[in-house]
Each structure stands twice: as C-alpha cells, then as structure tokens.
C-alpha cells in the first residue's frame, strides 16, 4: 500500500537544490505523474492554500487567487507580470525556481519546490509550491498548482 502522500503512477525525477547564505535550502523535487494528485490540499484549511496558473501560451501570464496575492504581498486582484513576481524570490531560490520549472515543461513534468521570497515589507517567507502541466496537443501550454506559507 503506498504511503501517505504517495502519488500512484508518480516518479521522482530529479532534486534540485541551493543553500542560502543562512545555511537553509530552496529545494525543488521534479515528478512525473500519471495524473492529477488527488486531494492536493487535504490537511489543510482553505484559507491557507493559494491556486494559481501561468499561461505559457500567453506571454506567461498569471491567475492567483487571493491567498497567492498575500503571500508575494501585492494587492489582491492587480495585474501581475511574471517578472515581477519572480523579483520576490530570494536569489538563490529564485535559481532553482528557474531551472526546476525549465525542467518541467521541457520534460512535462510537475514539481514541489520550497523557496524563499520578501513580500514587500512582510520580510523573510517560506513557501512551498507544487505545479503541475496543464498539456495540450504534447506541449505545456501553462502550469497550475498550488502555494502556501511554510
């Protein structure tokens, strides 16, 4: 019997990863996965899970709900660039975010990745993303998932 959190049909890939200058990880975990991952927030209550999606095929653009919004400190509902919600992350998180979600859609597959960001006048935060391809005629058109405070 797989154990909790097991994913039937899911295979780990590849671990990324890079150490701040405090000594902890950003750690990105690349997974294939045969379908979607059922109960993705369980164990959690609604307000503390985010969704989001970034629309590949549409200059990258990006749909939070008001939780992400929170998390990266922007008001909730503003048009948000990538770019400017990727200047949020903490340098040596935001280079595994980049080579974990290059990895992803060049080899469609999902990933989980803890990193740092500085909402604006919040500070240090943890977060952890989980992402997942969004597939159509075999390319990644967009990646959807999930983001929440450590």
């Known amino acids: 019997m797989p154990s909790k959190g097991h994913v039937q049909g899911t295979s780990l890939l590849q671990d990324l990863f890079e150490r701040e200058p405090?000594?902890?990880?950003?750690?990105?975990?690349i997974f294939r996965t045969a379908q979607a991952y059922p109960g993705l927030a369980d164990g959690f209550a609604?307000?503390?899970?985010?969704?989001?999606?970034?629309?590949?095929?549409?200059?990258d653009r990006l749909?939070?709900?008001?939780?992400?919004?929170e998390l990266f400190g922007f008001p909730a509902g503003s048009p948000i660039e990538r770019e400017r919600a990727v200047a949020r992350?903490?340098?040596?998180?935001r280079g595994v975010l980049e080579r974990v979600r290059t990895f992803a859609i060049?080899?469609?597959c999902g990933f989980i990745l803890d990193a740092a960001i500085e909402p604006a006048g919040l500070g240090n935060q943890w977060i952890r993303i989980i992402a997942f391809p969004v597939i159509r005629d075999d390319q990644v058109v967009a990646l959807h998932g999930q983001k929440r405070a450590l």
């Open 22 to 29: 405090a000594g902890r990880f950003a750690l990105g975990h």
């Open 46 to 59: 609604a307000d503390e899970v985010g969704y989001w999606r970034c629309d590949l095929a549409d200059d």
């Open 63 to 69: 749909t939070w709900t008001d939780k992400v919004y």
């Open 89 to 93: 992350y903490k340098d040596h998180s």
């Open 106 to 108: 060049k080899r469609k």
